[in-house]
């Protein structure tokens, strides 16, 4: 079966919400809609306190080529504009406050496109509709999906990748949207694989999502017969863009390169789904759906929830927290990130809510010790590192050595860590490094 060398299989505890159905979570009474939800420059507002905004109402722009707008995602009045926690940065970031009105009420902009215009839509006006709704990759990465679409001049893209691994435990998000909105998933791959001059596109789906297979299969050929299903093995992390590149078409990205390096654009299929709908609906990427799971949670959910949703309100909405809960981490169990409040709101590239309890160990983690040189690590590192010694040269901030034995090409899956026999925190380590190395970087540049 189709996959890449390296990688692990934990468990994957997808039963608490494989079979829960997406709910439409209502509009909560307050949003907080954070400026930076994407990688690379933070959005502008263009609104002041006091305004009133509708739900799709652009709230703020981007300020660079790598950088994404931001939209109500609610009716209602700008109560604040100020910093507030954030559930991938670590310090308060700016974000737009918003009361609702309790009134959903769409922006008039917002309005579907019939058939024929939809037709005649150049590669050109595709990327800037998509860039003006504000998509990310919301597979976590959140990378503004028009500059992913629009390669360096001279580069020519063969292959369009829509991503439904969905591989880390837990997250079913991806899964549900596939059984349920198929020909949605499909017409935004179609859409994609235009402004990128493709006639096909390959949509790869982990075998251990039989019934998303077969509605997926079901509804290309329907929609677009020239995309390929491939059914790929369930292993960890397949979903990771080099490691689907490598799966499928046995191409290896260069170290510290890009996917367009090898010819190949890669799509999670909910970014699909919502170029879908800015394309057809003209909607702005205001809501999203989310996996809020985990022992500690009273009924896990796949809900659609509205960008800036406090997490606090989508807990409550789930029958709220069980009272052994012990931590919350905002995506999945490997590399999610475990937050400290509540009060962090749902985001662009929030694809799961995970809550522990203090009952139930998930992954037997020993209590560490020395390295055991069992290069275990090694064989399961997805991106063919070393990473027991790459971590040991960041806790000691050897950065230059580290540099060169590969850092900045951890994806930082945590596969090493999961099957380290000594417990060692090697992620946490490499992170580290990675830090350093970038504020190494920084300084000189400075100094220039």
């Not at 809501?287 to 796949?302: D, Q, Y």
């Not at 090694?378 to 590969?406: D, F, H, N, S, T």
């Not at 930082?412 to 946490?428: D, I, K, T, Y």
Request: with cysteine; proline share 8%.
């Amino acid at each position: 079966m189709i996959t890449f060398r390296g990688g692990i299989h934990p468990p994957e505890f997808k039963h608490l919400a494989e079979n829960k159905a997406i709910e439409v979570m209502p509009p909560p009474r307050q949003v907080v809609i954070p400026c930076s939800q994407h990688i690379g420059a933070p959005a502008k507002p263009v609104v002041a306190v006091g305004d009133e905004v509708k739900v799709g109402t652009l709230l703020a722009e981007a300020t660079g080529m790598i950088s994404a707008p931001v939209h109500s995602s609610v009716a209602g009045k700008v109560k604040a504009i100020e910093p507030w926690p954030h559930p991938v940065l670590p310090t308060p970031v700016k974000s737009i406050i918003i009361e609702a009105a309790g009134k959903d009420e769409l922006d008039c902009a917002i309005k579907p496109r019939s058939e024929a215009e939809i037709a005649r839509l150049s590669a050109g006006k595709i990327r800037e509709i998509v860039r003006d709704a504000g998509i990310v990759g919301l597979g976590g990465a959140a990378f503004p999906t028009s500059v992913k679409i629009t390669p360096p001049r001279g580069v020519k893209i063969d292959t369009l990748i829509i991503n439904g691994a969905e591989c880390e435990p837990f997250l079913t998000a991806d899964d549900r949207l596939m059984r349920e909105k198929p020909e949605g998933i499909i017409q935004g791959a179609k859409i994609l694989a235009k402004v990128l001059g493709l006639d096909t596109a390959y949509i790869a789906i982990e075998h251990n999502k039989p019934e998303a297979i077969k509605v997926m299969t079901e509804a290309a050929a329907k929609v677009w017969p020239q995309a390929e299903i491939l059914t790929i093995k369930t292993k960890y992390p397949q979903g990771a863009e080099k490691q689907l590149i490598s799966a499928i078409l046995k191409r290896d990205v260069p170290r510290g390169g890009l996917p367009f390096m090898v010819g190949v654009v890669v799509q999670n299929t909910g970014t699909a789904y919502a170029a879908c709908e800015a394309v057809t609906q003209r909607k702005p990427l205001y809501e999203r759906v989310v996996t809020v799971t985990g022992p500690a949670i009273n009924v896990p959910k796949n809900l659609l929830v509205r960008i800036g949703t406090l997490s606090t309100d989508v807990a409550e909405h789930c029958g709220g927290l069980k009272p052994n809960a012990t931590k919350f981490i905002s995506g999945g169990p490997m590399m999610g990130i475990a937050q400290s409040t509540l009060d962090v709101p749902v985001i662009k590239g929030t694809s799961g809510m995970l809550f522990l309890n203090d009952k139930k160990s998930l992954f037997k983690i020993a209590e560490e010790v020395n390295c055991l040189r069992c290069g275990k690590c090694v064989g399961v590192c997805p991106m063919g590192l070393v990473p027991c010694e790459i971590a040991r040269m960041g806790e000691y901030e050897k950065l230059e050595q580290a540099e060169r034995w590969g850092i900045l090409d951890c994806i930082e899956c945590g596969s090493c860590a999961f099957v380290c026999p000594s417990g060692r925190r090697l992620v946490q380590w490499i992170k580290y490094g990675k830090t350093l190395v970038f504020a190494e970087r920084s300084r000189k540049k400075e100094k220039k």
